[in-house]
């Protein structure tokens, strides 16, 4: 699913990052560039990074 529509980057890609050692979702966004635009999809990208690092 599309989590950041403004990079086109979807859940699975964060999650992959995540899985790759990035821990937080600055780093997420240094990465990919989610949340870097309208900023819109921060709350939820964020969710997902937290998620993903108690799934570790
Ligand atoms: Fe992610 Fe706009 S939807 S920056």
Redesign the pocket.
């Known amino acids: 699913m599309y989590v950041?529509?403004?990079?086109g980057i979807t859940d699975t890609q964060i999650r992959a990052a995540v899985q790759d050692g990035a821990s937080s979702l600055r780093e997420v966004n240094r990465n990919l560039g989610?949340?870097?635009?309208?900023?819109?999809?921060g709350i939820m990208a964020k969710e997902i990074v937290q998620e993903s690092l108690n799934d570790l």
Do not use: D, F, I, R
């Open positions: 950041c529509l403004c990079k989610v949340a870097s635009q309208c900023g819109k999809c």
